[in-house]
């Protein structure tokens, strides 16, 4: 997948940025709060329809504006696609997406049609923030490659919601609580399921990678611990739990307590790890979610690197290097250029870089 140019209009603080691609590494510097990630960020709205950021999507439209537009020009499997994201706030809110001019109508199925991979500092809460960070990064990564999975999940939550709000309605009848469990067996299962071979399929990888950042130091592993196993016992849990709901008032069983460890056996890296580890550790995964996304694909994502650089020693830079090799086009943000070429390893990537400054964005010639 490579970005062959993007259009830009009142997104943050962008009024008006095009940019032209030729090379496969893409620089964005410039000082704190210039508007380097709001370019990777309209990047992330073309591929996940919503930002990498957690964020209002009332704060994407640049203030004083009423919508915005990003449009991306990409080569696929050497075909040409556009891909357009519209915001509109007044008098309400209304996305629009048309991709290769023709307006979508169910935007879901146009969930990462783009495959990017994002690397950015908040990642570390994959790590310092447990299963719940863990599951979201594993459900963001396997519903950006299986729209069956990417279906499931919503209809997961949903059911969930709902047989929630039953356990909430005081005097609620048994029955009318119960009435939801096969739903969320049959939905539970398939999550378990493809949760279980992604996760299989990781595990090795997710050792070696580790591994090699650290010399071998390091034997980290990343487990899966589902909540439910088959459909029998989650029926049976959801039935021995009843009176243990009604008093919490959700749903105590079921998939959306999976737990998934990183470490040692029994010794978790929220706890033990040390700062660098944890980097290592997210890193890794994140070579896990391309390795993969690109086996599914057959198609390497576009690699997107937020402020990451600088915080990586030497040993961590390499092994990104060698990531950076296998990606079709990598876009980064950084604060100046310095140690680029170190970090690039002496390599000879073609490479463009622009300078941020208030939301212009200026090609550098001599980088
Ligand atoms: N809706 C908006 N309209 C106008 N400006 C906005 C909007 N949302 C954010 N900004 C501005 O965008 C700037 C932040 O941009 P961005 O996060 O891309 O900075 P950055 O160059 O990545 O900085 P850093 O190096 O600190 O990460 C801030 O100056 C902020 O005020
Ligand atoms: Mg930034």
Not at 31 to 52: H, Q, R
Not at 352 to 357: A, C, I, Y
């Given at each position: 997948?490579?970005?062959?140019?993007?259009?830009i209009?009142?997104f943050r603080?962008?009024?008006?940025?095009?940019?032209?691609?030729?090379?496969?590494?893409?620089?964005?510097?410039?000082?704190?709060?210039?508007?380097?990630t709001n370019i990777l960020e309209a990047v992330s709205l073309l591929s996940m329809l919503k930002s990498f950021r957690e964020s209002d999507e009332h704060q994407f439209v640049?203030?004083?504006?009423?919508n915005l537009y990003v449009?991306g020009?990409?080569?696929?499997?050497?075909?040409?696609?556009?891909i357009e994201f519209g915001l509109e706030l007044?008098?309400?809110k209304r996305k629009k997406v048309k991709w290769?001019?023709?307006?979508i109508?169910r935007q879901r199925d146009f969930y990462g049609i783009i495959p990017i991979v994002i690397?950015s500092?908040p990642d570390?809460?994959?790590?310092?923030?447990?299963?719940?960070?863990?599951?979201l990064f594993?459900d963001t990564l396997i519903s950006s490659?299986?729209m069956?999975?990417a279906?499931?999940l919503i209809?997961?939550q949903?059911?969930?919601?709902?047989?929630?709000?039953?356990?909430?309605?005081?005097?609620?009848?048994?029955?009318?609580?119960?009435?939801?469990?096969?739903?969320?067996?049959?939905?539970?299962?398939?999550?378990?399921?493809?949760?279980?071979?992604?996760?299989?399929?990781?595990?090795?990888?997710?050792?070696?990678?580790?591994?090699?950042?650290?010399?071998?130091?390091?034997?980290?592993?990343?487990?899966?611990?589902?909540?439910?196993?088959?459909?029998?016992?989650?029926?049976?849990?959801?039935?021995?739990?009843?009176?243990?709901?009604?008093?919490?008032?959700?749903?105590?069983?079921?998939?959306?307590?999976?737990?998934?460890?990183?470490?040692?056996?029994?010794?978790?890296?929220?706890?033990?790890?040390?700062?660098?580890?944890?980097?290592?550790?997210?890193?890794?995964?994140?070579?896990?979610?391309?390795?993969?996304?690109?086996?599914?694909?057959?198609?390497?994502p576009i690699?997107i690197?937020d402020?990451?650089?600088?915080?990586?020693?030497?040993?961590?830079?390499?092994?990104?290097?060698?990531?950076?090799?296998?990606?079709?086009?990598?876009?980064?943000?950084?604060?100046?250029?310095?140690?680029?070429?170190?970090?690039?390893?002496?390599?000879?990537?073609?490479?463009?870089?622009?300078?941020?400054?208030?939301?212009?964005?200026?090609?550098?010639?001599?980088?």
């Amino acid at each position: 997948m490579f970005l062959k140019s993007i259009e830009i209009r009142n997104f943050r603080n962008h009024s008006f940025t095009d940019l032209v691609f030729n090379s496969r590494l893409i620089f964005f510097i410039g000082d704190n709060g210039e508007g380097k990630t709001n370019i990777l960020e309209a990047v992330s709205l073309l591929s996940m329809l919503k930002s990498f950021r957690e964020s209002d999507e009332h704060q994407f439209v640049k203030w004083n504006e009423k919508n915005l537009y990003v449009k991306g020009k990409f080569l696929s499997n050497n075909e040409n696609h556009t891909i357009e994201f519209g915001l509109e706030l007044n008098p309400i809110k209304r996305k629009k997406v048309k991709w290769n001019g023709e307006l979508i109508k169910r935007q879901r199925d146009f969930y990462g049609i783009i495959p990017i991979v994002i690397l950015s500092p908040p990642d570390l809460r994959i790590i310092d923030e447990g299963n719940e960070a863990r599951r979201l990064f594993l459900d963001t990564l396997i519903s950006s490659f299986s729209m069956e999975y990417a279906e499931v999940l919503i209809d997961y939550q949903r059911i969930l919601k709902q047989r929630n709000a039953s356990l909430k309605i005081l005097n609620g009848t048994r029955e009318s609580i119960e009435l939801w469990n096969p739903q969320l067996v049959s939905k539970g299962i398939k999550l378990f399921e493809l949760r279980g071979a992604i996760l299989t399929e990781m595990n090795s990888l997710f050792h070696n990678n580790v591994q090699m950042i650290s010399e071998g130091k390091d034997k980290f592993f990343i487990f899966y611990e589902p909540n439910i196993n088959d459909p029998n016992e989650f029926h049976k849990k959801l039935q021995n739990s009843f009176q243990k709901d009604c008093a919490l008032g959700y749903t105590s069983v079921g998939p959306h307590r999976d737990k998934i460890p990183i470490g040692l056996e029994g010794k978790d890296l929220q706890q033990i790890g040390s700062q660098g580890q944890k980097r290592s550790a997210v890193i890794s995964l994140k070579a896990c979610a391309f390795h993969i996304i690109e086996n599914r694909l057959g198609e390497k994502p576009i690699l997107i690197v937020d402020d990451v650089i600088r915080e990586l020693d030497v040993k961590r830079r390499e092994f990104f290097v060698e990531i950076l090799k296998r990606s079709g086009q990598a876009l980064f943000t950084t604060t100046d250029l310095e140690g680029i070429q170190n970090y690039l390893g002496g390599s000879t990537f073609d490479k463009e870089v622009f300078k941020v400054s208030s939301g212009q964005v200026t090609r550098v010639e001599s980088a």
